[in-house]
């Protein structure tokens, strides 16, 4: 399975307050920041809204696992 590199290559200073949440949502904080994620619709949706805000790209590592995966390990 694919996953998606992101990274954020602007600051937030003066862009609109959604899109500040959407980057927020993509786990991104500060400028030049990376994240790995899964290779989803919704990610790339996320992605199209604040393009001119990040760079990504797709890689062939396997994505991060979900909430409910990294609870299940928590557990055992």
Do not use: F, N
């Not at 990376?34 to 805000?53: F, R």
């Amino acid at each position: 399975m694919a996953a998606i590199k992101v990274k954020l290559v602007r600051g937030l200073a003066g862009c609109p307050w959604p899109h500040r949440v959407i980057v927020e949502g993509l786990g991104l904080k500060k400028r030049e920041s990376t994240k790995l994620l899964p290779d989803t619709p919704q990610t790339l949706g996320m992605i199209a809204k604040v393009s001119y805000l990040v760079e990504w790209e797709r890689v062939d590592a396997a994505p991060p696992p979900g909430r409910k995966a990294r609870k299940a390990a928590a557990r055992s």
